[in-house]
């Protein structure tokens, strides 16, 4: 089975501080996406990557940055955090073509 | 502009009933669709996905496919309270390789 690891289950970070959310594969899939996914909203990509150190902006890169050294880690940066930067935060990965697997989800609360 | 649209339910069926989720999509060059379930607080988990026209069947799960019509339904047979969850419907784009995602459907089994 394919396993999709985020570093932490919840994480309450403070307004200013630079927020690391981590993401491990162990399928060696090609491609990893981040989400985040509010109530009411649905899932908004913010960033994927396709390749180690290839970077695309998804929908909502905004206050978002993205790090991609070795294949099976991708990392997802805030580097200013905000309190509307609040919500649950998905990471995922496949192979070329679908299906996405995704991990447990993060869910960070800025106060 | 890609969509790819739900109901956003609630959706509210009685136990041992039959439910049905329906999904459009506007872009017609799509070739595979996914349907995730989402327990409250949890990430998505692939359930089915269809890539030709017709019915695919999975244990209680049927995944039906009209691309004249641009629709994928899910039918969930003999429902039990435990399939109570927001179902997604993911539209795969060949022209850019990336999922479209609906909002969700949500699905409440009354016992």
């Known amino acids: 089975d394919v396993k999709v690891t985020q570093s932490s289950r919840y994480l309450v970070k403070r307004t200013g501080e630079k927020v690391f959310l981590e993401c491990v594969q162990d399928m060696d899939h090609e491609n990893m996406f981040w989400y985040r996914q509010d109530p009411g909203l649905g899932l908004r990509l913010i960033y994927f990557s396709y390749d180690v150190k290839m970077k695309e902006k998804g929908d909502i890169p905004e206050g978002y940055s993205v790090s991609r050294e070795k294949k099976e880690r991708f990392s997802l940066i805030l580097e200013s955090a905000s309190t509307n930067q609040t919500s649950m935060y998905l990471c995922?990965?496949?192979?070329?073509?679908?299906?996405?697997?995704f991990g447990n989800g993060t869910r960070l609360t800025v106060t | 502009q890609k969509e790819v649209e739900q109901n956003s339910g609630p959706l509210s069926v009685p136990e041992g009933a039959i439910a049905s989720l329906n999904c459009t999509y506007s872009?017609?060059?799509?070739?595979?669709f996914f349907w995730y379930r989402q327990y409250s607080g949890k990430s998505p988990e692939l359930i089915m996905f269809i890539y030709s026209n017709g019915d695919k069947e999975d244990g209680r799960f049927t995944a039906q496919l009209n691309k004249a019509s641009q629709y994928v339904s899910l039918l969930i047979r003999d429902s039990q309270p435990s399939d109570s969850a927001t179902y997604l419907c993911a539209v795969f784009m060949d022209s850019n390789y990336q999922l479209i995602w609906g909002a969700g459907t949500k699905l409440i089994i009354k016992p």
């Open positions: 995922a990965s496949r192979r070329d073509n679908p299906p996405l697997h």
């Open positions: 872009d017609r060059g799509s070739q595979s």
